[in-house]
């Protein structure tokens, strides 16, 4: 769905790629050591960052961070995540979308 929608570098991908980037800071620490975010990526139809822990406890406790970050929690667009999955590489996987405003 989202990448079918082709790429997008339009102003709200930047305030959205913001928000994901000032979620970092507010995953506590002992969980950043258990858990990361990858890389976020733009679509016309949504920005989609994952998050991935070594167990469902690091994933959910830095979507939980994340969900409460300010930038994110304001964040004019619908907000969406899964559940935490199994990867490939053994780790959970989460994937959040931004959607635009």
Same mark, same amino acid.
């Given at each position: 769905?989202?990448?079918?929608s082709?790429?997008?570098?339009?102003?709200?991908?930047?305030?959205?790629?913001?928000?994901?980037?000032?979620?970092?800071?507010?995953?506590?620490?002992?969980?950043?050591?258990?858990?990361?975010?990858?890389?976020?990526?733009?679509?016309?139809?949504?920005?989609?960052?994952e998050?991935?822990?070594?167990?469902?406890?690091?994933?959910?406790?830095?979507?939980?961070?994340?969900?409460?970050?300010?930038?994110?929690?304001?964040?004019?667009?619908?907000?969406?995540?899964?559940? @935490?999955?199994?990867?490939?590489?053994?780790?959970?996987?989460?994937?959040?979308?931004?959607?635009? @405003?």
């Amino acid at each position: 769905m989202f990448v079918d929608s082709g790429p997008s570098s339009d102003q709200w991908t930047k305030n959205a790629r913001d928000a994901f980037a000032s979620t970092w800071d507010r995953i506590p620490s002992d969980v950043r050591d258990r858990a990361s975010l990858g890389a976020v990526t733009c679509y016309r139809k949504g920005c989609v960052m994952e998050v991935s822990g070594d167990d469902a406890a690091s994933v959910l406790a830095a979507s939980e961070a994340i969900f409460r970050s300010p930038a994110v929690d304001e964040w004019l667009g619908a907000k969406m995540r899964t559940a @935490p999955s199994p990867s490939g590489s053994g780790r959970l996987v989460s994937t959040w979308v931004l959607l635009p @405003p």
